[in-house]
């Protein structure tokens, strides 16, 4: 059997090359390239020194015509367009921007304050396996790729909004930690070592943050209704991995937490703890999975901890997931071993 | 005018030589005793090498008679009795530990599940002096110095309580973040540097932890009725800091921020941020205040920002604010220099 | 074709549960046995959320007579006992304690300081194939498997010492920093992550660290005199990886460097840096790999800078090497996957 | 009597930020100025939480004539034009930048690859009080503040210099690991908290680095050869602090140890350890000190462990030593009580 041609576009950023690793041990895959624009010319092992040694290439010099799937890790209204060009070349694309998770135009311009770039490309199926079901995602020719945020909070909130137990008008707060890799590795004083180290706060709290409207989206085809997640975002001393503490009001705390359970029973990459265990960041950095632990509190209150690799779960992984529904393999190809790479710590 | 002398029972963890610092460099105070029983007979600069040469004695050695204020960093059980010893010998007492801050007995016995060491010596004063006021405190005989996470919490909420605005029935979340010095410097595994190193996660969430006790009792106190704090601490990977995220429904967002905003506007050692900050531990590590941010949220519910040092406004400064208010001294004298000790970074 | 029966004793450990890790995603080995004297009774999983859901037994349990190999990760002085009624019980032994690395009781006494608890079993090989060779521990029934900093040292200098270029009486210098998981994983006071974030140091510097002995025997048997290694270990604030910056004087730099890159051209888990680039825990951190770099400076003095995992190159990895080599299995068996486990970050 | 007024360009990184924080809490000093091109217009808090409230302005709006001393903390070649306006406008000069620290163009020319900005400039006493003497720098108009690295190698090597005890023709080993702020505040991707969280790396080994010139300046002054110095800097994951493990072959290691002791037996802000004992960053950083300890090692080899902050004895808190200097005040004002700012941790 042929192996499958992939391309990364926006190779050197730790998506990308967490992406890169990914499919360098992928079976079925081969990378045919890797583009960056202002390192093309140099081999991507400059970038991190156990990174394979594939030369850079800027994305205009992809040939499309020769890929089979190319996976955009670019920045947001960067990434659409090349995936307009991508597809209109015959070839597969996963865009982990934020460019395609919205189904309208408005919807991202209102969260993005900016004009969509490519409307004509939406809308594109959400790539969240576990909460949107399959069937979307088999065969599909492009895929949005969920941002990492978003798939921590949908996981956690999207069996609670199916079980229709949410108590209406109540708040769902989503107060969550990531590390700062999930903030990109563009040299930004605020990202230095000496600024992070020994710090640590919140940014964009409330209803200001992007992710906001991915969510209310997945949740409202859900029959959630909108503007009630209230989420914050904090700034973790450490490289890897979101942890998102959720506070949800429901009619029914066993019941919740039964639709929670009952949702990921059978989900190779998502588990939920037994009941009196907690979530940490150790369950989860470095490997494919999710992992969500449950804890009754006061005034009806439901607490769920849900915690994933930003790196992972949270974009590289979960495109490969995605990669693997688009082609017609296992979705967890590539993946499940790396279950296995235990971190000790 | 002579110095008060005063002795630390307890030296020899975080909090004990936060202590000895402060009080080191206290313009009015001379340490005439350090106690530790694992470590007696050492030097304390043992235990770090900046603390002054002081031999750590047993704290039965202690001569009470000759000391004006003790200050007792002992476990919870441990400390109440060694606070007997000392009022009877005429000393005054500040407790950092749990004992003395819940005002009965059985208060105690819900919240530590274990007998009461000294139920005789209740109630005494709760030492949060931007909370309770200064009246109960100066020149009280015994403080009990409030807990790290509390002192967080109750900045945050008792303005709000009193202002008879936080909507009845509606849970109060503190989604709390606490560096690992917050768990003393006993020998743990847990708390080994391989073990918390990009690690991060909740414990004891919910109504489990044993500091709801002391802030529902204070709350109370303000009217507010009692059972709806869900509070989740977690451990942060890194040494000093509190970062409290705090979610409160109330009636008129702008009244809650104005609440706030009056509350502290004379305080020295608490600052309310202009709207459209946010608080970091930047703010606050190695320094003896608190500062608050506010945000407005959806469904009425209003965000605060609680951040403070866990070793000086959490523990040893607020004990320094305790002794001077007993002893009739300027609440920050000796500390106020330190708000000057820019952390950079 | 049966797989190899596998027991690992002292399976708690950092070293442990690394190897358990290896074994667990070895194709040929199954693991039939864990071992731990506290957590005995328990699931290994509670010592780490990755870890196989195995219960631990005590080591007195573990049925000798039908495990195909025995790991030992136990303490000096407790480990060679339990090697010699592995042995008894026709098992074969990779030993990673101390305990049997040096060739003669007296040499252990002299530098562990106690006397040797199972002289009867030595000498044994010593287990750093890239520098004794595969010849002594193919097919062997027992082999000391060496301490972390002492392959990082030996791998530089074995290469230097064979070609009898160092300088006769100059000192060897090995200024070497490891990541915290070298000291264990006992509960110590001053390995807490308050007492390791933001410090650094040297510890038991000169001539004074254990590991000096099994280096100049390795080195002795290579024709280098004894005497002449300066070994300063200091404490990394991380979690994983030692970097030893190592001075020699030659007689001929490039002749150095030469004899340093021939030695490991061939060698796939040991590689030399292209002259000009400097090796970094990056290289190494979570791999089978050892990585070196060469630099020529003033006073014909060569710095090789050696990096290696100390869990892995240092311990665990190379243990698996080691019983590759005794089971006759390819010497990477279970290992170069994880070569391609890129860490970014 | 009346303050000094003072001014200092370049106030936005980390030297600068720790300069303006020892200056707002110096008695005699007033800060009447500070500057950045980039941040002009904004307040130096928004660079940091806990720095005082100034507005910044450009360096060429910084009025010199009503300036008494000011501190330039600018890259080099940027830094020696504005001293000379400095100076010719009457004001005194602390350049904590390299541009005058060696003392003829063409060494500055040797070891930097660029053309002096300002010889005319040259010399000017280099400010390391403890080895160049109180002398040259009472009442100067204008100190050479010398490099981190420098500072933490003539304290350890300038005694045995002077001594007479180093062995010809023997290296001189300077194996040095310094906290990111060393590497300045610029926002460069190397410096990214995801790359250097869980790494460390030596970079600029050998006769590479900058700081060999003035080091190997200042000890040629006493009488040693120069040419033998081998410099290894390497990055350290924490914010502050160097940690330089120095080895030099002498003649006499008591000698050697002796000939330290007595060198710093009187001085304030200089401290040897008693025999036996090793410094680490814990002994240093915060504070105004450098600490050495000593050790005897094989082949007459003297190790001497050296310790300082980088921000503080290896920048800010020299450059205020040297400032007091040039005024006439006594050398430790401002600084001593920052000597029992005891972190804890």
Redesign the interface.
């Known amino acids: 059997m042929e192996t499958i041609k992939t391309a990364v576009i926006g190779a050197t950023g730790?998506t990308g090359?967490?992406l890169?690793?990914l499919l360098?041990?992928h079976p079925e895959a081969e990378i045919a390239g890797v583009s960056s624009e202002s390192a093309a010319g140099t081999s991507l092992r400059d970038q991190?020194?156990?990174?394979p040694d594939l030369t850079l290439i800027p994305a205009a010099e992809v040939p499309f015509r020769e890929i089979d799937v190319v996976f955009l890790c670019l920045p947001h209204t960067q990434s659409a367009p090349v995936a307009g060009q991508a597809l209109a070349a015959g070839c597969k694309v996963v865009d982990l921007s934020a460019d395609l998770r919205l189904r309208t135009a408005e919807s991202f311009e209102a969260w993005y304050h900016t004009a969509h770039p490519a409307p004509g490309l939406l809308p594109v199926p959400y790539g969240l396996p576990e909460v949107v079901g399959r069937e979307p995602l088999m065969g599909a020719d492009c895929i949005a790729n969920p941002g990492c945020y978003a798939t921590s909070i949908l996981l956690a909130l999207a069996p609670l909004a199916r079980s229709g137990l949410i108590l209406e008008?109540?708040?769902l707060?989503a107060?969550c930690?990531s590390?700062?890799?999930g903030a990109g590795?563009?040299?930004?004083?605020s990202?230095?070592?000496?600024?992070?180290?020994?710090?640590?706060?919140?940014?964009s709290?409330?209803?200001a943050h992007r992710h906001i409207g991915e969510v209310e989206q997945e949740l409202a085809a859900l029959g959630l209704a909108e503007?009630?997640?209230?989420f914050?975002p904090?700034l973790?001393?450490?490289?890897?991995?979101i942890?998102s503490?959720i506070?949800v009001?429901v009619a029914d705390q066993d019941g919740g937490m039964t639709a929670l359970e009952e949702a990921y029973r059978e989900e190779l990459l998502v588990d939920v703890l037994p009941r009196g265990e907690?979530?940490?960041?150790?369950?989860v950095?470095?490997?494919p999975r999710a992992v969500l632990s449950l804890?009754?509190?006061?005034?009806s209150?439901l607490?769920i901890?849900s915690v994933l690799d930003n790196?992972m779960k949270g974009a590289a992984s979960q495109a490969v997931q995605n990669f693997n529904l688009m082609v017609g393999l296992p979705e967890t190809t590539g993946l499940i071993?790396a279950t296995?790479?235990?971190?000790?710590?």
């Open positions: 730790y090359l967490q890169v690793e360098d041990r991190h020194p156990l990174a008008g109540t708040p707060i107060d930690k590390g700062v890799t590795r563009k040299a930004k004083a990202l230095l070592f000496g600024e992070v180290h020994g710090n640590f706060y919140p940014y709290i409330g209803r503007g009630h997640l209230i914050s904090h973790l001393p450490t490289d890897r991995g942890l503490t506070y009001q907690i979530a940490s960041l150790a369950h950095v470095r490997t804890t009754a509190a006061a005034d209150t607490i901890v790196l071993p296995h790479l235990v971190q000790v710590p």
